[in-house]
């Protein structure tokens, strides 16, 4: 295990069905469904009072565990199905080869098929259930960015569940609750999963909108920002499909130690075992295979300049548009022929919203604006860092598109530049 990195060891991404192009570019707002449960549950599964009478925690140091799959795991900590009325969500994982732009094809994790996930879109107040099932050969998990849920909801492995093993489902149910702009995203091997592109919004509309009687917005956006290093996904995919055979293998024959598995009770037992010698942890220079992160492709919803969709709006209208990090690097949204006003931030309205034309979008966080249809053209909308407006260096492309008046009539007819 020294000169073995771990993530070539323990970690995977396998497709179980080969790779197929992802549905669709942008964000498909889910309807909800009922689902038929992945298996009944045996002795493994865990319900809403517990796991098989025992106090609910990790199976990773049950021995011989084999993290079956089929199996249905539903943790406390929310109503069971019979005391409230859940709109349901069917979310799977599975890789995908998504086009980025013509030319640029790249396997990418992704909810439901398609990059970024489903626009999750409900009411504050629903009572929402999610059923994931792990289609790869990986482990993920979904954690709710924003959103106040039980913390065995939360979606962050071995703090609030175990990660959710291959051919598995694990059933999250919560309130939508606070109202606003969120979104959801895998909390585990993070770098990769939830960058490249294991990410999606969550919409939460208030029963009454305020921000309607100041700005009242007939139709809305929401753009997720992502920053990719596709050359990074693919080394990291291709080591972790590799690896996960192995993991797979002792699972299934249920001589996976925890130890192997870099799982640990404690810290006080993680630091014995590495004073010890027992264990060498992956992060030391003798292990760690150290690939950087060069990021080559910068996108919104899923695209890069210039297939990315463009805004529409009419003279006179008033849009939203949310924005949603869902990447590493820091975005600095500039539009041209306009000033907007910033309403809200990570979801909450602000108290005084600010007249600016160019905001800066923080990792992980999100900013709704309103826009006001009052100049007639054709405007660029783009990050005014503009390292992140190429397409592998080549300028311009990137994280771009375009405001377009619908009623307009232009004197000068845009054209599509892609090498300046």
Known sequence: MSKVSRRKFLQTAAVTTGSALAVSANSVEMDHSKMTLAAPMDHASMNHTGMANEEYGSMMFMKGHTMAPGITIEPPGSPADDEVDYKQFDMDIKIVEHEILPGIKTHMFAFNGQVPGPKI???EGDWIKVNFTNKTEEMHTIHWHGLTVPYTMDGVPMVTQDPVHPGQTFVY????????????????????????????????????????QRFPYTREYTLVLEAWDINFARREINELLEGMKQVNSLM???????TTHGFFRNYEEFK?????????PPYLLSRSSGIPLDYNFFAINGKSYPATERLKIKQGEWIRVRLINGGNL???????????W?????GNDMDMPRRINTIHVEPGSTYDIMIYGDNPGFWTFHDHNTLHVRNNGIYPGGMLTVL????????YTPSVSIDQ
């Open 342 to 346: 910033w309403v809200a931030q990570d």
């Open 252 to 258: 299934e024959q249920g001589k996976l130690e925890p």
């Open 173 to 212: 149910r919560f309130q939508a609750k606070p109202a606003g702009t969120r979104w959801y995203h895998c909390h585990w091997g993070t770098p990769l999963h939830a960058s490249h592109a294991m990410h999606g919004a969550f919409i939460i509309d208030k029963k009454d909108e305020p921000l309607k």
């Open 121 to 123: 879109h409900v009411t």
């Open 272 to 280: 014995h075992a590495v004073d010890t010698g027992k264990y060498i």
């Open 330 to 340: 820091s975005h600095h949204m500039h539009l041209h022929g306009h000033d907007f």
């Open 404 to 411: 377009v008046y619908e009623d307009f009539k232009p004197t």
